[in-house]
């Protein structure tokens, strides 16, 4: 099992400019989830989703949209990137009746 | 406001030097304690859950406990190999996890 991946790993943008982020799994989890790690805070949940089909919004998820069409893949868009969401992302899944988070290794993004 | 804070935010011990991580919580209907170890540059990675006060888990240097208030991570005659960012996070009675902002422990021979 290649567990969660995430592509790319890194990435630069400019202000204004979209873009998605990979994220899939292969271990038939049920439940994903996108968090967003700067520093001198914590993991911060921007959207998650509970199976194919139905997503929902974490704490933090003014500026990205995701969908969910199969249990493997759960992709984040930036829509019109901004500097303040320079940050290192990560996708995770968990088995269903676990909490149990298994993480992928991280994209570091850049706006400038 | 639900809360969780870790203490300290930085650590170093010497090799065999035994100490205890913090993590306190203010969170109403605490559903689950967990604490991953986190590698620069890499994803979080779970050691623990703990679901209710007096319940403690150990792997291999580490355990875990929890009380009503507090968790604490011990690391028992710690290694170079255990220097990490030590992450906790707390499910409220909702599928989100609040993770603290980490101790960074370092391990010196």
């Known amino acids: 099992n290649a567990g969660v991946t995430q592509t790319p790993k890194f990435q630069v943008l400019k202000t204004g400019q979209s873009m998605t982020l990979q994220c899939a799994q292969d271990?038939?989890?049920?439940?994903m989830s996108w968090y967003r790690q700067d520093p001198g805070m914590g993991l911060r949940l921007i959207h998650y989703s509970v199976g194919a089909g139905i997503t929902d919004q974490g704490e933090v998820p003014n500026g990205y949209n995701v969908s969910r069409s199969t249990t493997e893949d759960f992709p984040l868009r930036l829509l019109s990137a901004a500097p303040s969401q320079t940050s290192v992302y990560f996708c995770a899944s968990t088995p269903g009746g676990s909490y149990e988070q298994y993480f992928g290794p991280g994209t570091r993004l850049t706006v400038t | 406001e639900d809360q969780v804070t870790q203490s300290p935010e930085a650590l170093r011990l010497q090799e065999g030097e035994s100490s205890s991580l913090n993590c306190s919580y203010t969170v109403s209907g605490l559903r689950g304690l967990f604490w991953y170890r986190q590698d620069p540059g890499k994803g979080p990675e779970f050691l623990f859950t703990l679901y209710s006060a007096g319940e403690e888990k150990e792997k291999e240097r580490l355990k875990a406990t929890l009380t009503k208030k507090e968790s604490f991570l011990h690391i028992t005659a710690p290694k170079p190999e255990d220097s990490a960012t030590y992450l906790c996070?707390?499910?409220?009675?909702?599928?989100?996890?609040?993770f603290g902002t980490g101790t960074r422990l370092q391990v010196f021979p």
């Open positions: 996070a707390v499910r409220r009675n909702t599928d989100k996890l609040i």
């Open positions: 271990m038939n989890h049920e439940y």
